[in-house]
């Protein structure tokens, strides 16, 4: 692996609101532009005032858009909520599908993590879809996700099947003032007809006290496989453990064993080489936080090359062994983060992130890999 460029996604001059950047997500386009999103906030953890923005870049991420809202998420049954979270779905030609991540904003004084419940503010779904490449969206509609009541934060992009399925990841948490006891659930659902309808939602991971954390799928080139990693907590011995795998043949309806992929760290999002590897980047805060791509020619059961795409040599973020609470309040302090994989041509795959060196001041980098 070389890397053929480094970039940053610029931020409005003077805006405290994009002081903190956080949650990025890219996507390339058929045309060959580049949409991405990413979380505003004057902060990195609670605050009043978060909001998720879209730019756009056509010249390989060289000159982008002004930072634009894609459009507004309504209330639910008259429940204010801020969009913190956009992923794109290219669905061929200009069409574009978005889906969006609500929160409830009711309260802003009320923490998104209750420390006391182990629950979660309400977090809702929306979807919405453009015919121009992201320039314009329809009103966004609120994703039927059948029985499941529970808060259900998005964990990255849409993905589509070879049959043209398309599958929507998020978690399954549990309300801010639910008593009962919280058994953490990586799931998924899915769209027969290009994202207008949702259905069937399936479980990957529910292990009492542990916590499969923002789970990381890609489909390979079959169409039908899709890997599936998750930054690994294990609840009983209060500590992080290595990021783990699951597989699917069949689409993401069945699942079969969990294993240790033998890497540290937290995963981001996987990118298929097309030639039967696999890419997967992850980021090691334990000494200091380093983001490395890993290939795997086996799907993730071992990995055969790895390649430094950021190592600022700042300070560790992370305590490796703590208890939960202790671990959530830790991410709110991460400085670097989210790292993710996109395929964007032969041979070549973009990797991005947010980064900076003080918790608050953020920004969205990304690199261009030869492999």
């Given amino acids: 692996m070389k890397i053929i460029s480094r970039g940053i996604i610029p931020k409005p001059v003077d805006n405290p609101h994009f002081n903190s950047n956080t949650f990025p997500a890219l996507t390339a386009l058929p045309s060959g532009r580049w949409l991405a999103a990413f979380r505003t906030a004057v902060k990195k953890g609670d605050c009043d005032f978060q909001e998720a923005v879209m730019t ?3 010249d390989l991420g ?5 930072p634009y809202v894609p459009f507004v998420l309504p209330d639910i049954d008259g429940v204010p909520g801020q969009c913190r979270g956009l992923y794109f779905l290219a669905l061929g030609g200009s069409k574009v599908l978005a889906v969006a991540c609500w929160v409830d904003a009711s309260d802003p004084s009320l923490p998104f993590y209750d420390p006391e419940t182990e629950g979660l503010k309400d977090t809702r779904i929306f979807y919405a879809f453009s015919e121009d490449e992201g320039l314009s969206w ?3 509609q609120l ?23 398309v599958v929507c990841q998020f978690e399954i948490n549990k309300h801010l003032y639910d008593p009962t006891k919280w058994v953490h659930k990586s799931a998924l659902i899915f769209s027969a007809d290009g994202g207008e309808t949702w259905r069937d939602p399936v479980i990957v991971t529910e292990v009492p006290d542990m916590y499969y954390w923002d789970q990381r799928p890609t489909v390979m080139s079959d169409g039908r496989t899709i890997v599936d990693f998750f930054w690994t907590f294990d609840g009983k011995s209060q500590q992080y453990l290595n990021i783990h795998a699951r ?14 992929t033998g890497i540290y ?5 996987p990118a298929d080489l097309g030639d039967g590897r696999l890419a997967l980047i992850a980021i090691d805060r334990s000494i200091r936080p380093i983001i490395t ?3 795997s020619s086996d799907r993730g059961r071992s990995f055969d090359e790895s390649f430094v795409v950021y190592d600022n040599q700042i300070a560790g973020q992370d305590s490796v062994q703590m208890d939960l609470n202790a ?3 830790e991410m709110a302090k991460f400085s670097v983060g989210h790292p993710n994989l996109i395929p964007i041509g032969k041979d070549e795959l973009l990797a991005f992130y947010y980064a900076g060196t003080e918790t608050d001041y953020t920004s969205v980098e990304f690199v261009r890999l030869k492999i």
Avoid: F
């Fill in 56 to 58: 756009y870049s056509d």
């Fill in 62 to 66: 060289k000159s982008w858009s002004a």
């Fill in 138 to 140: 329809t009103e966004p």
């Fill in 143 to 165: 994703m039927d996700m059948g029985k499941i009541n529970d808060p259900v934060p998005l964990t990255g992009p849409p993905m589509m099947l070879k049959d043209g399925t």
């Fill in 247 to 260: 597989e699917s043949t069949d689409g993401g309806r069945t699942w079969g064993d969990i294993w240790d």
């Fill in 265 to 269: 760290g937290q995963p981001g999002q």
């Fill in 293 to 295: 791509v890993y290939i």
């Fill in 327 to 329: 671990a959530w309040a």
